[in-house]
């Protein structure tokens, strides 16, 4: 998955210090909701300056609207322009965990997702939300799939070189 876990303390670390991908902190709140892995307080955020979410800063997981979800990763795979990572077998032990909705409390459904990338979300029918843990997104955006890298490509202007078009 990209990072290493405690079992002991239960702290995580990230070998890879970059930036969060195309998400933004906006706001810290003392009322924050409790994130759903590791119960420390999520921040409020956006993801790809479109999206409201709310991110934890320890886990790196994310809490984000079903209809976010459909949005960011439409959008993440048909502007996807690397190679596809080779498939991933799903891993079977994640069905069996259990965490809580931040909002409401009640039990999220886990399951696997039924589109690229075989990882496992967990999500809850009631709030219409979705959690990813940290590299499942990006996971599912480099999964194959004929939808990668299909957005409209700007056509050129008469008269001038076709890479010279820069939006």
């Not at 409790?34 to 800063?57: F, M, T, W």
């Not at 709030?127 to 843990?133: G, I, N, Q, S, T």
């Amino acid at each position: 998955r990209g990072y290493f876990f405690c079992r002991y303390c239960g702290s995580f670390h990230f070998p890879d210090t970059t930036a969060e991908e195309g998400i933004r902190i906006v706001a810290e709140t003392p009322e924050a909701l409790a994130c759903a892995v590791c119960s420390k307080p999520l921040s409020s955020a956006i993801i790809d300056e479109a999206h409201p979410i709310q991110y934890c800063r320890n886990c790196r997981g994310v809490l984000v609207a079903r209809r976010g979800f459909a949005a960011v990763v439409q959008k993440r795979r048909s502007w996807a322009t690397g190679t596809p990572a080779p498939p991933v077998p799903l891993h079977r032990q994640e069905l069996d965990r259990q965490v809580r909705c931040p909002v409401c409390k009640g039990p999220m459904s886990t399951h696997p997702y039924y589109g690229p990338g075989n990882v496992v979300i967990d999500s809850c029918e009631p709030c219409e939300l979705v959690w990813l843990d940290f590299g499942e997104l990006a996971q599912i955006v480099d999964a194959p799939g004929k939808d990668r890298g299909t957005r409209e490509m700007p056509r050129p202007i008469m008269g001038e070189p076709a890479g010279n078009n820069i939006t």
